[in-house]
Each structure stands twice: as C-alpha cells, then as structure tokens.
C-alpha cells in the first residue's frame, strides 16, 4: 500500500498529472469566483442604497458590509469547498491520470474501455455532494468529540475517498458489478489507503494536490489487487 503511494508521488510530477492539476485547480478557483460574483452580484440587486433602522435613521453602509462580509465568508468557505470542487474536476479527467499511470508502469496491458463523459461527470457529482453532505453532518459530532476530532474527519474522509476513486479507476476496465465486488472484498485496504489520501486534506494548498494523488494511488492499487506486475516504463 505505501509502495501505492510513492509510486503515486513520482506519477506526480509527469506530464499528465501536472497538467490535470493545473486544470482542476484553475477551474476550481474560476468556479468559485464566479459563485462569489453572483452572490455580490445578489446583493447589489436586493439591498437598498440606504436603508432606514428604528433609532439609527438612515443608513449608507449596509451594502458594503455585506459585501465585504460575503468575501470574508467566500474565504473561509473556500478552505473547505476547494478540494471537494478540485476532486469534481479532477473526476473529470481521471482517464488522463489513470492513462499515464498505465503507459508509465503497466505498458502491456490493453488499452482501458473507460467510463463515458456523461456516465463520469455523474459519478463526479455524486462523490462531490456526498463529500460535502458527509461532512457537513460530521461538523455536529466535531464540535463534540474534542481531540478525537481529526481521527473522525481522517475516518470519514478516508471511507469516502478510497470507496469513490477505487470505483473511478476499476470502472475504466471492468463492468460495475465487478468492481463494486471487487470493492467489497478488498474494503479494508481500500479504506486504509483512503486515509492515507485523506490525512493531507487539512494542510491548506497541498489540499488541492490530493485528487490527482489519489487517481494515481488508486490505479496502482487496483491493479496490484487484480494481479498485475509492473513492467518496464514506457519511453517518455
């Protein structure tokens, strides 16, 4: 499993990789500005040059406050919306990574059929509203576990995490069933090579590394547990 992971942390650094980390993270933050130019945006369209308060009179202030105030939010929000949003993209354009991967260090295997585009943006969007909704139920019990804290959102994160990839990855060369029974028969590895992926998430801007890292964990984790051996690298 840690052989998984170094392995992915060379994968990193090629061609591939760099460029769909590049690509999801410049999405991820052109997403967000636009969210947040929409919302001030809404503002600007719902509060009034000067609103009048009981005991105060009239008041200029309001819309620059809450603009302001809405940047502020946007901010914090985005420290724990980015890697979800970075990982719908990079679901996105998994195939790429997965493919260099395979050309890199499995150069005999068939070319893989892959998911669709539509049937991958559905699983992207899948994993990314229940990565959110997941922890936004686990925000309740953070707030009351103290120091066990983090080994909840590791936990939690890790499930999620190894559970989603490792379907991403086997679906680009088995049917669904298949790799959901292959899922499930391999569920503790999978789980614990997650937390692997998942203790990097609290560090802010390495964060954004972690989906691209974890399609490349994956793809060699999928194929170690299917048997294959890696061959000679592909010429560059």
Known sequence: MLGDFVSALGDLFRARALGVLALGVALSLALLVLVYAGFVQLIDWTTPDVLTLPWVGEVHWV?????WGSLAFMLVASFFLMMPVASLFTGLFLETVAAGVEARHYPRLPPASGASFTQSLQDSLNFLALLIGANIVALILYTVMGPAAPLLFWGLNGYLLGREYFQMVALRRLDRAAAKALRRKHWG???VAGV???LPLTVPV????VPVLAAASFTHLF???RGE???RAAPR
């Open 229 to 231: 051996t890696k061959g």
């Open 63 to 67: 819309r620059d406050l809450l603009s």
């Open 196 to 198: 692997l992926m998942a």
């Open 223 to 225: 194929h170690r547990l």
């Open 189 to 191: 590895e999978i789980w």
């Open 206 to 209: 390495v964060n954004l590394v």
